[in-house]
């Protein structure tokens, strides 16, 4: 039986199998010494190349048009980075001491600073039959003041407990971040065509950066001893947290689009966007601001809850499918 069909079948999401393999691979087999440099600066220079492409392919048309959508992308502004940050504070408040040990207690926080995705609430947000065009301007625009927002957030909640100093974090925020981002931008006229026709293949781009730089946290972190600090029960509990939240959210999110009076399609791209969390953007971003020592376990909430997050929107994407089949 083709493996692709398996995978299909059992709503094994192929990309989340391959960074499960990549930190089963970090643990056995975990990049030390002159290696682990190498990989370091590998990491860095995939980073840059990874928001250049985003820089690239972000099509300023697609932005225009969605932007007069102005009160759908407040709310979903609101929600990434005001509802997500203060439901991790109450979570962090109510849970009991040493439910969640410290470096995944911050790991919970980092996540809820974090912007939307953006591949996946657009492919959403078309299989539900939402607002399409809104959805690439909201999430794009979420990605865009994530830069500059995550830091922020993440000083303000987390401060000392993790990240690095803050003129370290501006200086290679804009160096490894903005400035490809910038640069992809302004590239944009000569290669946004050419990109545009093979985002399949700078996919791959994207997702091999990611687990390179899974493959670098984690195996820092394994040389420092992450599995002798965490457990099974520990992952255990991080899942039923990450679902309360993934949970709390998407409820807050549909509700809160019925009362102000949104219109379905509306609704359906504010639940996606609104509700999501960036691998892409989370993982490098991880690098930059806490360190080595403790990144392996900061990104495991994050890695939790981006597949979590997936599964429980396939679900709801397909129910808004057939419900807008059957009203047709």
Known sequence: MNPGK???????????????CT??????????????TGFGWATKAAIALLFFLHGARLSREAVIQGLGHWRLHLFVMLSTFALFPLLGLVIARILPAGLLIGPLGIGMLY????????????AFTSI????VAAAVCAASASNLLGIFLTPLLVGLLIGAQGAGSSGDEVTS????????????????????????????????????????VVYTAFSEAVVRGIWQQVS??????????SAVLLAAV?????WGARALGFSKPDEITIVFCGSKKSLATGVPMAGILFSPATVGMIILPLMLFHQIQLMACAVIARRYAARAEAES
């Open 250 to 254: 998407l409820a807050g999110t549909a």
């Open 6 to 20: 398996v995978l299909e079948r059992l709503r094994i999401d192929p990309y989340i199998l391959a960074l499960v």
């Open 111 to 122: 996540l809820c600073c974090l912007p939307s995705t953006v591949q996946s609430s657009i």
């Open 128 to 131: 539900a039959r939402g607002n």
């Open 173 to 212: 925020i804009m160096l490894q971040l903005l400035l490809p981002f910038v640069l992809g931008q302004v590239a944009r006229g000569w290669i946004g065509g050419w990109a545009q026709k093979n985002r399949a293949l700078l996919s791959y781009v994207d997702r091999g950066s990611i687990i390179l």
């Open 23 to 36: 930190v089963a691979l970090a643990s056995v087999l975990p990049a030390r010494g002159q290696v682990a």
């Open 232 to 241: 099974t029960g520990d992952l255990a509990k991080l899942l039923v947290v």
